[in-house]
């Protein structure tokens, strides 16, 4: 059986924020902080905050902007968080299944197909903005899907990779022959704005990505296999949840009280040189034993679509991959323009870059984040 990638769609948000733009806004909080908890920091009951910097961002994250769906309230230094007013499910879309439908309808234009020709629909991202009905069951119920199936599911940062996986199984499975997986990220809404460590990673997106069986026609990509894999770490972690309501009764602390702090676990929260330490070797060890056992080197891959997490930890996983010396152009980056953008960012890369790919040519999607969790499917163009 073939199974192919056919073609993808990209949604990006009508709002860029420029680092100097977001520095000037967490700049400001810096000092008005500062100046709120001047006796508790002159007593060293807190710790004064310090001032980021465009410069300093770029360096450590390779990060020059980011697309949002709100941007007011994000540079509002009072506020710092997207401002997303309620929508009345059933009556209109959700924010998450707008942004999906955008990206799926260019998806299935590129694949010269309709909506209800589809026979599952897969919603993979980081986070979701409830826990049901699906957004996956949403979006199919908006595009006129009335066959079928869909389901929402979470790996973090490698949700495509692994909702890419789900697809190819579901078809050999026999559970359809045509399967789209979306990568809907409101990021913005899940990250500290006030925290300097990480209040610049992430921007928001939407991809889609159409899964086929090709039969004896192949077109776009022949997915020739994937490998996933996943080990327990709390490096990267965002305890924000439905039993933080429950938890906060049994506590001293009233509901979200942490929130308005500079840093808080109810948020997105990681250690960064862990994970750069820990991360690194695991994605490139696994992309390699996944070459390896399709009987391929690194300098066989004429691209590799890595996840958009760091631009230093790009640069490192292509060359223990293909070599010291390997062409930066092998790994495509779109994390200048777009920041993070979680589960979504390998699409993007591959959405965007696939100049010089010719027929039989192969490459690697590649996802990695929290869990840890490392996707990677090897790919061939037809």
Not at 211 to 238: A, H, R, V
Not at 278 to 305: F, R, Y
């Amino acid at each position: 059986m073939t199974i192919c990638l056919t073609a993808t769609g990209l949604y990006t948000p009508p709002f860029s924020i420029s680092n100097e733009e977001l520095v000037t806004a967490f700049n400001q909080y810096v000092d008005n902080y500062n100046a709120e908890n001047a006796e508790a920091i002159a007593k060293g009951e807190k710790v004064a905050l310090e001032h980021s910097s465009a410069e300093f961002i770029e360096k450590v994250s390779g990060i020059k902007s980011r697309y949002v769906t709100e941007k007011s309230g994000i540079l509002d230094p009072k506020i710092m968080s997207p401002i997303i007013p309620a929508r009345k499910l059933g009556e209109e879309l959700s924010i998450m299944a707008e942004m999906g439908v955008k990206a799926l309808n260019q998806a299935l234009d590129n694949a010269e197909l309709k909506g209800e020709e589809l026979d599952a629909i897969i919603v993979a991202s980081s986070n979701f903005q409830r826990a049901y009905p699906a957004i996956a069951i949403e979006i199919q119920h908006a595009i006129g899907m009335t066959k079928g199936f869909a389901y929402d599911m979470n790996v973090a940062c490698s949700a495509a990779t692994f909702g890419i996986a789900q697809a190819i199984g579901s078809i050999q499975a026999g559970l359809g022959k045509r399967i789209a997986v979306l990568n809907i990220e409101v990021t913005t809404a899940h990250v500290n704005w006030r925290n300097r460590d990480s209040h610049f990673i992430f921007g928001d997106v939407a991809t889609a990505s159409i899964i086929e069986e090709c039969g004896d026609s192949p077109k776009g990509y022949e997915i020739i296999n994937s490998k996933l894999y996943t080990q327990f770490s709390t490096n990267i972690k965002n305890e924000l949840g439905f039993l933080d309501r429950a938890e906060s009764l049994a506590s001293d602390k009233p509901l979200y009280h942490d929130l308005n702090e500079p840093v808080t676990d109810k948020l997105f929260l990681q250690e960064g040189r862990k994970v750069f330490k820990e991360v690194c070797p695991a994605v490139s060890n696994l992309i390699n034993e996944h070459l390896k056992e399709n009987n391929l080197q690194g300098t066989d891959v004429k691209k590799m679509w890595l996840h958009q997490a760091n631009i230093n930890m790009i640069d490192l996983i292509l060359r223990s991959v293909v070599g010291k010396d390997a062409d930066k152009s092998l790994a495509p980056t779109v994390i200048q323009e777009y920041g993070n953008t979680s589960s979504a960012s390998p699409m993007i890369a591959f959405h965007k870059h696939q100049e010089n790919m010719q027929s039989g040519d192969l490459g690697v999607i590649c996802s990695f984040g929290a869990g840890y969790s490392i996707g990677s499917v090897l790919v061939k163009k037809v």
